[in-house]
């Protein structure tokens, strides 16, 4: 079980952070107001009452709450079954875990997630998410990576 522990830090730090990061944006940002930083980059708080781009609204707060517990369960049970050797796989797991139970807090306090980052340009936006979302992106992307290192190194048939 020891081996788990710097998983288990990650998913701490990365719930941490986030929940630490909203708080910052719920107390110093106008609900609903661009704040530029960069031409293509922006703070807008807004509130997400879906899962992933607000879909799946019509399942209300008790659903999406099942359904991120689910999520959650399933992605612990797949981190349980990855080898010790998938370390990429590992974090990725555990920066899931951490960006979905961030957001499942939100979603249990307030009834919705708080979002606040927006990538633009003059004529198209990028939905508008959070910290959490992007925990969950690169931990996706970190497990799909080792995948398909994993995939790579193993050996192939000889062609006889």
Same mark, same amino acid.
């Given at each position: 079980?020891?081996?788990?522990?710097?998983?288990?830090?990650?998913?701490?730090?990365?719930?941490?952070?986030?929940?630490?990061?909203?708080?910052?944006?719920?107390?110093?940002?106008?609900?609903?107001?661009?704040?530029?930083?960069?031409?293509?980059?922006?703070?807008?708080?807004?509130?997400?009452?879906?899962?992933?781009?607000?879909?799946?609204?019509?399942?209300?707060?008790?659903?999406?709450?099942?359904? !991120?517990?689910?999520?959650?369960?399933?992605?612990?049970? $797949?981190?349980? *079954?990855?080898?010790? =050797? /998938? %370390?990429?796989?590992? @974090?990725?797991? !555990?920066?899931?875990?951490?960006?979905?139970?961030?957001? $499942?807090?939100? *979603?249990?306090?307030? =009834? /919705? %997630?708080?979002?606040? @980052?927006?990538?633009?340009?003059?004529?198209?936006?990028?939905?508008?998410?959070?910290?959490?979302?992007?925990?969950?992106?690169?931990?996706?992307?970190?497990?799909?990576?080792?995948?398909?290192?994993?995939?790579?190194?193993?050996?192939?048939?000889?062609?006889?």
């Amino acid at each position: 079980m020891r081996f788990w522990s710097p998983y288990a830090l990650l998913v701490v730090v990365a719930i941490a952070l986030d929940q630490w990061i909203k708080q910052l944006v719920e107390g110093g940002l106008a609900f609903q107001e661009k704040v530029d930083l960069l031409p293509f980059l922006a703070l807008f708080r807004t509130y997400n009452t879906g899962i992933a781009f607000s879909m799946f609204q019509s399942f209300g707060d008790t659903g999406l709450v099942v359904i !991120a517990v689910l999520v959650v369960a399933f992605v612990l049970y $797949l981190a349980t *079954r990855t080898p010790a =050797g /998938h %370390v990429l796989a590992r @974090i990725g797991f !555990a920066l899931i875990i951490g960006g979905a139970l961030g957001n $499942l807090i939100d *979603r249990a306090v307030y =009834g /919705h %997630v708080i979002d606040y @980052i927006l990538f633009h340009t003059p004529v198209w936006s990028f939905a508008v998410f959070n910290l959490a979302d992007a925990f969950i992106s690169v931990g996706a992307a970190l497990v799909l990576f080792d995948e398909f290192v994993g995939w790579r190194r193993e050996p192939r048939p000889s062609q006889d």
